[in-house]
């Protein structure tokens, strides 16, 4: 039986939110990695590599429960990807052909 939890087999169908959020969002990846880290805690627990008590263990159990409720709820919330910003989260600035003709007009 598989122990970890990674974020992206828990929730496939949001791949590409998933990327774009820890690409171009500080706290999203901060609050991806706390993640991660506690469900490799919890791993090494219960393969026995690490000790803690019953409580310890429900405890971080808990904390990442409650971190992946907060993800997910991150990932249905984020805004829709630019279509002019090509997921960059910077809106691409275009001159408008108008100005460009008539700036180049004698």
Not at 7 to 32: A, D, Q, Y
Not at 89 to 99: E, R, S
């Amino acid at each position: 039986m598989d122990l970890h939890h990674p974020i992206l087999r828990e929730f496939p169908e949001h791949r590409e939110v998933i990327r774009r959020l820890k690409g171009t969002n500080e706290h999203f990846r901060s609050v991806f990695e706390e993640y991660h880290r506690l469900d490799d805690e919890i791993y090494r627990i219960e393969e026995d590599i690490d000790f803690a008590t019953d409580q310890e263990i429900e405890e971080l159990k808990m904390r990442r429960a409650k971190l992946k409720d907060y993800i997910y709820h991150v990932i249905r919330h984020a805004p829709p990807v630019c279509p002019t910003c090509e997921g960059t989260g910077l809106a691409a600035f275009q001159v408008p052909q108008a100005v460009v003709s008539a700036a180049a007009a004698p």
